[in-house]
């Protein structure tokens, strides 16, 4: 089993920056596909990327490509999205999930998940 916290969410006026980190504890992270979801109000959780354990391959919705770039250190046990360009479309509550295989966008085949950072993107 792998427990996920996130951080690193804040407000942010639009066009700006921001860093999100998905810490990781218990088994070895390096086993674990690696995926960010985000949760608007009142809206379904979304995908938004995923990496591959080794870090070597990457997936994107299409809303984010171009601006947000997902990443992993597995030594830290920890990985990162940076997001960059920000619209205040993408305020949302954002979420690190984890899975042994690759399980695509579908946020229920994520056995493991943090308790998510919230994103504000002002106008």
């Known amino acids: 089993q792998v427990q996920l916290v996130e951080s690193g969410g804040g407000l942010v006026q639009a066009g700006g920056s921001l860093r999100l980190s998905c810490e990781a504890s218990?088994?070895?992270?390096?086993?674990?596909?690696m995926a960010w979801f985000r949760q608007a109000p009142g809206k379904e959780r979304v995908f938004v990327a995923s990496?591959?354990?080794?870090?070597?391959?990457?997936y994107y919705a299409d809303s984010v490509k171009g601006r947000f770039t997902i990443s992993r250190d597995n030594a830290k046990n920890t990985g990162y999205l940076q997001m960059s360009s920000l619209k205040p479309d993408d305020t949302a509550v954002y979420y690190c999930?984890?899975?042994?295989?690759?399980?695509?966008?579908?946020?229920?085949?994520?056995?493991?998940w943090g308790q998510g950072t919230q994103v504000t993107v002002s106008s």
């Open positions: 990496i591959a354990s080794g870090g070597g391959r990457t």
């Open positions: 218990g088994r070895t992270f390096d086993s674990y596909v």
């Open positions: 999930a984890a899975a042994l295989t690759y399980r695509g966008p579908i946020f229920g085949l994520y056995p493991y």
